[in-house]
């Protein structure tokens, strides 16, 4: 195969997998989730950070309690890397919706 036939099969590839009925699923559900789940993003926010003063008051485990809570917390949100991309791609309403679209998806790490 030539370059640009590869090339564009992983165009074709991309387009087809990444679409927007893409979007539609993740943020429907994280939507469905966070309904079925009763907001379960908002009421265990209490009761985590509960968990994390404890851990912290007894030094239990390898991973300092706080950060590991940090870490589950900001890995659907993505990193500094990714916010950038957004912005720049973007701008500032294009960071909005992915703020949006992760404290739905947060009901997905924690369901």
Avoid at 38 to 51: D, E, K, N, T, Y
Wanted: proline share 5%; net charge positive; hydrophobic share 50%.
């Amino acid at each position: 195969m030539r370059p640009e036939s590869i090339r564009r099969a992983i165009d074709v590839a991309s387009n087809a997998v990444w679409g927007p009925w893409m979007l539609a699923l993740l943020l429907g559900t994280g939507v469905f989730l966070t309904i079925r789940l009763r907001f379960v993003q908002v009421a265990r926010f209490r009761g985590s950070l509960w968990a994390v003063e404890l851990m912290q008051s007894t030094g239990e485990g390898s991973l300092n309690p706080f950060q590991a809570f940090m870490t589950a917390l900001g890995r659907p949100w993505g990193n500094i890397t990714g916010v950038a991309t957004t912005i720049v791609s973007g701008g500032p309403g294009a960071l909005f919706w992915s703020w949006v679209h992760g404290s739905f998806a947060k009901a997905i790490t924690i369901g």
